[in-house]
T-cell receptor
Framework: NAGVTQTPKFRILKIGQSMTLQCTQD?????MYWYRQDPGMGLKLIYY???????DKGEVPNGYNVSRSTTEDFPLRLELAAPSQTSVYFC?????????????FGEGSRLTVL | AQSVAQPEDQVNVAEGNPLTVKCTYS??????LFWYVQYPNRGLQFLLK??????LVKGSYGFEAEFNKSQTSFHLKKPSALVSDSALYFC?????????????FGKGTTLSVSS
């Protein structure tokens, strides 16, 4: 099993550009999450999904969109990149019943917006 | 609202000495509590969790944590620190009646173990 795979690992964007961060898991997990990590701020939840076709906002969803057309994939879309979106983004998943099982994290995608 | 506090940005300890990384939480109802570790340029790795039962939880790499309901704390401990334990540590919490929502993470504590 590859676990949770994120691409790209690094990306530099110009203000106003758009891009998609890809996240794929091969563990047949129902629950998937996107977090952003900023220095000294911990992890903040952007969006999450409890299954294909179901998504919901987290703590900091503004400027982002997600979709969940399959169990395996949970892409994160940035439509108009802003410097405030410079961060490290982590995708994570669990089989089900969030809060009981531990999260499996990807290696992260480091995004810089200039 | 749920919250997690890690009061120390950094903890410094000499190799071989015991270490403690502090965590306090606030949830409505009974909590699920977790510790994760992050090495440079890597994702978070699960260390241990408290769901129910014995207040002392043992996890990976010799770490353990003690759940204290009266003090709403879940401090991470290790009897003898290693230089390789140097990393960023996160405490996280979820409320039992909110299955389906994500974990809430603390801001993280950098552990530095000197040789």
């Amino acid at each position: 099993n590859a676990g949770v795979t994120q691409t790209p690992k690094f990306r530099i964007l110009k203000i106003g550009q758009s891009m998609t961060l890809q996240c794929t898991q091969d563990m047949n997990h129902n629950y998937m999450y996107w977090y952003r990590q900023d220095p000294g701020m911990g992890l903040k939840l952007i969006y999450y999904s409890v299954g294909a076709g179901i998504t919901d906002k987290g703590e900091v969803p503004n400027g982002y969109n997600v979709s969940r057309s399959t169990t395996e994939d949970f892409p994160l879309r940035l439509e108009l990149a802003a410097p405030s979106q410079t961060s490290v983004y982590f995708c994570a998943s669990i089989p089900g019943l969030a809060g009981i099982r531990e999260l499996f994290f990807g290696e992260g995608s480091r995004l810089t917006v200039l | 609202a749920q919250s997690v506090a890690q009061p120390e940005d950094q903890v410094n300890v000499a190799e071989g000495n015991p270490l403690t990384v502090k965590c306090t939480y606030s949830v409505s109802g009974n909590p699920y509590l977790f510790w994760y570790v992050q090495y440079p340029n890597r994702g978070l790795q699960f260390l241990l969790k408290y769901i129910t039962g014995d207040n002392l939880v043992k996890g990976s790499y010799g770490f353990e944590a003690e759940f204290n309901k009266s003090q709403t704390s879940f401090h991470l401990k290790k009897p003898s620190a290693l230089v390789s334990d140097s990393a960023l540590y996160f405490c996280a919490v979820s409320a039992r009646d909110q299955a389906g929502t994500a974990l809430i993470f603390g801001k993280g504590t950098t552990l530095s173990v000197s040789s």
